[in-house]
């Protein structure tokens, strides 16, 4: 318990860094750090915290979990392929759209992909479980499916109204909503799927 408190405070620490220096790249660059991968990426890793904190008195997994996540998501941002300067930005994202679309989208993905490795623990549990430990194991298990599910459902309504915000940018910058191109259509996969195994649930 003293130790899981000791790492808790150390990454609301880290949250509070990491809000800063992405607030701090903002100001220089003159525009939200949301235009290439890399700065995609550290995004990612800040809302992953955040859903973590969020949940973090329903189940301690929820935190331990995202602090994974984060910190993978940190070391794809910086492998060699990923840029980090700062550039200016092309034409078709020079728009406020860039923000809202863009931020709601990858809060999304840091809500599911918390309930992708929440669902992975469950996996683990379920694997394990037997009738010596069952008594032990099935309330961790009910803590952790309800995180997972409530987890499911803030990541779908997230990735629903960003992929519509999405359409009204397509019609602002290109002069439609919507053209079957491969980032529309897996991102309209994508809510298909979870509204499925949320339906389902």
Known sequence: EYL???GVILL???????TAFFGLRWYVSGHAPLSNGYESMIFVSWISLLAGLLFVRRTGFALALTAILSMLSLLVAHMSWMNPDITNLVPVLKSPWLTIHVTVIMAG???LGMS??????NLVFFSILNRRNRARIKGVLEQVTKVNHLSVII????LTIG???G???ANESW???WGWDPKETWALISVLVYTFVTHMH
Request: net charge positive; proline share 0%.
């Open 4 to 6: 899981f408190r000791i």
């Open 12 to 18: 609301v620490a880290a949250v509070v860094m990491h």
């Open 167 to 169: 359409g009204v940018w």
């Open 175 to 177: 002069g439609r909503y």
């Open 116 to 121: 992708m490795l929440m669902g992975l623990i």
């Open 163 to 165: 992929t519509f915000l």
């Open 155 to 158: 990541g779908l309504y997230f």
């Open 109 to 111: 993905y840091g809500f």
